[in-house]
């Protein structure tokens, strides 16, 4: 396995598949769906979802990473299971799809640094032609692109591990800067209250279908990535808590997020919270906004440090997201690693293309590529693809990788691999209740989630 390479370290493990964990999908997709999810009856959700659902499903796609030493598609074959490598496949294929718009997102990101540099908070009033640019972000995009290819293309423990290593706890610091600050602001306790006191007459169906996406994309699971990154584990390596503790990372950090953007927005709208449904342009537009009205060099240095903060946790997650195509590429196609790099990221590049332009520029792409939910909604590009990949798939390849390790690999097998490394894991609480949950509960909840959720985004038939 030598030439697979592997992480040098437990703690490097725990750092790459946090920093996979922790991206885009903490900083800018969570406190955007909290506001539009109605405030804290949406984080009580994700939080159930996540420690009861997703954390058995992390663990699984660990072990049967460690297991097979394989990405998802060989990891199915070596278990003697080939049938079932359509699991993997659709991972992947997934994969791809997140990753090109993922980039495209990381992008905008990528830009934003040098706007506030600049000094340029009304790009948050023209965020609508900020991204209608498509040659300009566009260009950011294939920047993001590159560094992530050249991160991958260094290999697990010179790049991946390496990059996590600094980025990681720098990113903590940046943040708990950010909400100390925002904390000091008049009406800061109104947001605080509208993202931590619930108000479950806001709990809708969409809201716990949203939620459930949302976990499933925050913890980078249901696609076979922890697989990949389970692969380049050590033997000795406690999966059960270094599960854990990636979990905990993970919404620990986007919790953070909310903590740093809710006070601003109460502070912003003296109170009202007005701004807070906003949506996926939340913090390209309120808070350079923010910033903003900070104004100075005291706005510029905290407008850049968010932003490269938010370029810091994006670019550890599409690692990540190349990382599985690629060893899917170098394993089962037998192409060198550095050419599969830039190869496959070339690719992902170009499919993204739709999702960059679908934002204002092209109008096929933007309003009329595809027309569903409710009776005729149009849809544009990028919001298909992430509903399509993030709402759909992960939670069904999540449920297939969860039924698939406790009934057809069978539960004892990966009782066994969970053991090792953790030596008081068998007999114990734990053990219960992960063969209850990866055998029966994940697989029905989760079931039932995609069902649902596929009836009512696509079709817009509401089950309950
Ligand atoms: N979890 C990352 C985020 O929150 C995104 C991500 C990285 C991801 N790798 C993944 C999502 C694999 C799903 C599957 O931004």
Request: charged share 10%; aromatic share 16%; hydrophobic share 50%.
């Amino acid at each position: 396995m030598a030439n697979r390479g592997g992480f040098t370290s437990k703690l490097g493990f725990i750092m790459a598949a946090a920093g996979s964990a922790v991206g885009l999908g903490n900083i800018w997709g969570f406190p955007y769906e909290v506001g539009q999810g109605g405030g804290a009856a949406f984080v009580v959700i994700y939080l159930i979802f996540c420690f009861i659902l997703c954390y058995p499903v992390m663990v699984t796609e660990i072990a049967i990473g460690r297991k097979t030493q394989k990405n998802p598609v060989g990891a199915f074959n070596d278990l003697g299971f080939k049938g079932w490598n359509i699991v993997g496949k659709l991972g992947i294929f997934s994969g791809v799809l997140i990753l090109s718009f993922y980039n495209v997102i990381a992008g905008w990101a990528f830009g934003y640094i040098f706007e506030m540099i600049a000094g340029n908070f009304a790009v948050a009033d023209k965020f609508g032609e900020y991204i209608t640019a498509v040659f300009k972000v566009g260009l950011y995009g294939l920047v993001f692109m590159s560094v992530t290819a050249y991160v991958v293309s260094k290999g697990i423990s010179g790049g991946i591990e390496r990059a996590a290593r600094l980025l990681m706890p720098t990113l903590i610091i940046m943040m708990l800067t950010l909400v100390i600050y925002s904390l000091t602001l008049p009406n800061s306790l109104d947001g605080l209250s509208f993202y931590l006191i619930p108000d479950f007459d806001k709990l809708t169906p969409s809201v716990i279908y949203n939620a459930m996406g949302q976990a499933f994309f925050s913890l980078s699971l249901g696609m076979g990535a922890l697989i990949t990154y389970g692969s380049y584990v050590n033997k000795s390596d406690n999966i059960i808590s270094s599960a854990a503790f990636i979990t905990l990372a993970d919404v620990g950090i986007a919790l953070l997020a909310g903590l740093m953007i809710f006070p601003l927005i109460g502070f912003m709208s003296e109170g009202t919270m007005e701004g807070a449904a906003r949506g996926p342009g939340l913090i390209f537009v309120t808070l350079p906004q923010i910033f903003g009205s900070i104004g100075g060099g005291l706005g510029i240095a905290a407008g850049t440090t968010f932003f490269v903060l938010l370029c810091f946790a994006a670019l550890t997650s599409t690692v990540s997201l190349l990382e599985v195509p690629v060893a899917y590429v170098v394993d089962e196609l037998k192409v060198r690693r550095n050419r599969a790099v830039w190869l496959v990221a070339g690719f992902i590049f170009l499919i993204g293309i739709p999702s960059l332009i679908g934002n204002g520029y092209s109008d096929f792409f933007s309003t009329s590529f595809i027309t569903y939910k409710e009776g005729g909604q149009d849809t544009d590009f990028l919001s298909f693809v992430a509903a399509l990949a993030n709402d759909s798939i992960l939670p069904l390849g999540g449920c297939m990788i969860a039924f698939f390790a406790s009934h057809i690999w069978k539960k004892h097998n990966l009782d066994e691999e969970l053991a090792q490394g953790a030596p008081g894991y068998k007999g114990s609480f734990i053990q219960k209740y992960l063969n209850f949950a990866i055998g029966y509960f994940a697989p029905a909840v989760l079931a039932t989630v995609f069902l649902f959720t596929v009836l009512f985004k696509f079709f817009g038939v509401h089950v309950f």
